[in-house]
């Protein structure tokens, strides 16, 4: 008779190798299905980014700078019903829906400095008109409507603190953009750093959601295979009878 080989228990057989290509293509699959879950998530929170960005910009009034951060947080807070819907894991979570409400102050106020670091050009330009701004109740300020040399306006205002002392007709050195999309801000501003600044934030919000969209955690044992539903089933126990009491 020929000698039976012994069986690996099944446990070992299910989970495979880590370090074989069985256990690296179980990792590959299982990290691609973590990301496609949480995808619907990190659109949702960058698309209320996003907002906060459009709002920065010189595509919309400056006094609308609080109007785009509410519109942007509810955007963000959306993420909760693609959290639930989804079934993604809810510490990680709703840790990317906070900390993307923060970050979109940071986009509200960055999205003009990353064009101006990305295609400024620093000019002189005159101030045609001035007016206060609306900060809330945040530190008043003064707006300034600028032109450029032969009377063309500059796109966007130039937003500067009260004790500034700038009036009409004065000239100013600041950072513009030719194609208006951002508002212009002082030449001696520091701009350099902005675009890498953006994507850290925005990664700050991404790993945590796509970590959200990683499947729970089975015991040893359950299918390899992680499209499947793991079910692990253990016997009943059954109750032990009784000792009958002995009559007397």
Do not use: C
Request: aromatic residues 6%; without cysteine.
């Amino acid at each position: 008779m020929s000698e039976q080989q012994p069986r690996v228990p099944l446990a070992v057989e299910a989970r495979g190798d880590s370090a074989g290509p069985t256990g690296w293509r179980l990792r590959a699959v299982r990290l691609t299905m973590a990301i496609r879950r949480a995808l619907p998530l990190v659109g949702v929170l960058t698309a209320g980014m996003l907002v906060g960005a459009v709002a920065g910009s010189a595509l919309l009034n400056p006094d609308w700078f609080l109007l785009g951060f509410l519109v942007g947080m509810f955007v963000s807070l959306g993420g909760i019903y693609v959290i639930s819907g989804r079934d993604l894991r809810f510490g990680w979570g709703f840790t990317a829906v906070g900390l993307a409400i923060l970050v979109n102050v940071a986009f509200l106020h960055g999205a003009s400095k990353v064009v101006l670091e990305l295609r400024g050009e620093p000019i002189r330009a005159t101030v045609a008109a001035v007016r206060d701004g609306f900060e809330g109740k945040g530190e008043p300020t003064r707006r300034f409507r600028l032109v450029e040399a032969g009377g063309v306006p500059i796109r966007g205002e130039l937003t500067l603190s009260r004790d500034v002392e700038l009036g009409v007709g004065d000239e100013v050195s600041v950072l513009r953009d030719a194609a208006g999309l951002a508002h212009p801000v002082p030449a001696d501003e520091q701009v350099a750093g902005s675009t890498g600044a953006m994507v850290f934030f925005w990664l700050l919000v991404a790993v945590p959601a796509l970590i959200s969209g990683r499947p729970p955690r089975y015991p040893s044992g359950a299918a390899a295979n992680p499209g499947q539903s793991r079910v692990v089933e253990t016997a009943r126990r059954r109750k032990r009878d009784r000792p009958r009491s002995k009559r007397r």
